[in-house]
Nanobody, 119 residues
Framework: QVQLVESGGGLVQPGGSLRLSCVASGSILSIYTMGWYRQPPGKQRELVAAITRGSANYADSVKGRFTISRDNGMKTVYLQMNALNPGDTAVYYC??????????????WGQGTQVTVSS
């Protein structure tokens, strides 16, 4: 069994910062890609940022403001969000493309954490 647990969401004023964390646990042999997605109210889920062991990519809307990083040893991915604006309000989900100890390839999701940007 694999579990992803996010933390760090909350309410922040425009221009502020938040740091999201996601820890993966369970029967994990290896993690290929970890990423963050978000789902704004009334809209579809979209990719925010993803990171492999060698590179990261970002949605155009967050480039220069958000930074994704990972600690492979701790099976953790972070999302540093700066210069937040109301358009960043969404539920943020952690995602991991991983290989289990039993040899199964899984696309796993966290339960989501709410980020609200408002004055």
């Amino acid at each position: 069994q694999v579990q992803l647990v996010e933390s760090g969401g909350g309410l922040v004023q425009p221009g502020g910062s938040l740091r999201l964390s996601c820890v993966a646990s369970g029967s994990i042999l290896s993690i290929y890609t970890m990423g963050w997605y978000r789902q704004p109210p009334g809209k579809q889920r979209e990719l925010v940022a993803a990171i492999t062991r060698g590179s990261a990519n970002y949605a155009d809307s967050v480039k220069g403001r958000f930074t994704i990083s990972r600690d492979n040893g701790m099976k953790t991915v972070y999302l540093q969000m700066n210069a937040l604006n109301p358009g960043d309000t969404a539920v943020y989900y952690c995602n991991a493309d991983l290989l289990t100890i039993r040899g199964s390839r899984l696309d796993s999701w966290g339960q989501g954490t709410q980020v609200t940007v408002s004055s």
